[in-house]
T-cell receptor, first 109, second 113 residues
Framework: DAKTTQPPSMDCAEGRAANLPCNHS???????VYWYRQIHSQGPQYIIH???NNETNEMASLIITEDRKSSTLILPHATLRDTAVYYC??????????FGKGTRLHILP | DAGVIQSPRHEVTEMGQEVTLRCKPI?????LFWYRQTMMRGLELLIY????????DSGMPEDRFSAKMPNASFSTLKIQPSEPRDSAVYFC???????????FGEGSWLTVV
């Protein structure tokens, strides 16, 4: 079973920041939080990951709460091409990687 | 880097036929994963290999499914005999064993009629 909880769907206006939440209350100290997205008809694509500190790359920012039980993926200026299913997972080096249902993000023009 | 390469991209076959899906992981990656995706069940892990050895095949649906990894650069997923309910997108993914990020191929779209 997936170990994360995400809302099934969200809407965001084009040009605005999209904030996607994820609960992972059973995460342990050595497990990373990973975010992937899947655009229709493509394989899942890596976005960003983090352990304890907030992270930022060219695609997104990741905010992890101090207790590490939840995180938020931020797409700072959403475009129509960001419409996809976004998956939050956590794993350590030896885990088999289980995906949940993810959040279907709709970017509205 | 060519990424994870899967073939065929699309296959339509008749019920009862054997189907073989192929995957070439990213060079230097020594963990390989096979996933299946359907609308009803989402993305399911079927099996994964570390250093060519199957580690966990508990996600393989039944004996009609088998997977092999004869060397570090090649893996197959075979369905024999195929059934209409096997229609799905099958993804292969790979990662380095001392890293966490996994990289997916573009998938093999299988339709069994």
């Amino acid at each position: 079973d997936a170990k994360t909880t995400q809302p099934p769907s969200m809407d965001c206006a084009e040009g605005r920041a999209a904030n996607l939440p994820c609960n992972h209350s059973t995460i342990s100290g050595n497990e990373y939080v990973y975010w992937y997205r899947q655009i229709h008809s493509q394989g899942p694509q890596y976005i960003i990951h983090g352990l304890k500190n907030n992270e930022t790359n060219e695609m997104a920012s990741l905010i992890i709460t101090e207790d590490r039980k939840s995180s938020t993926l931020i797409l700072p200026h959403a475009t129509l091409r960001d419409t996809a299913v976004y998956y939050c997972i956590f794993l350590n080096r030896d885990d088999k990687i289980i995906f949940g249902k993810g959040t279907r993000l709709h970017i509205l023009p | 880097d060519a990424g994870v390469i899967q073939s065929p991209r699309h296959e339509v076959t008749e019920m009862g036929q054997e189907v073989t899906l192929r995957c070439k992981p990213i060079s230097g990656h020594n963990s390989l994963f096979w996933y299946r995706q359907t609308m009803m069940r989402g993305l399911e892990l079927l099996i994964y290999f570390n250093n060519n050895v199957p580690i966990d095949d508990s996600g393989m649906p039944e004996d009609r499914f088998s997977a092999k990894m004869p060397n570090a650069s090649f893996s197959t997923l075979k369905i024999q005999p195929s059934e209409p309910r096997d229609s799905a997108v099958y993804f292969c993914a790979s990662r380095v064993s001392n890293g966490n990020t996994i990289y997916f191929g573009e998938g093999s779209w299988l339709t069994v009629v």
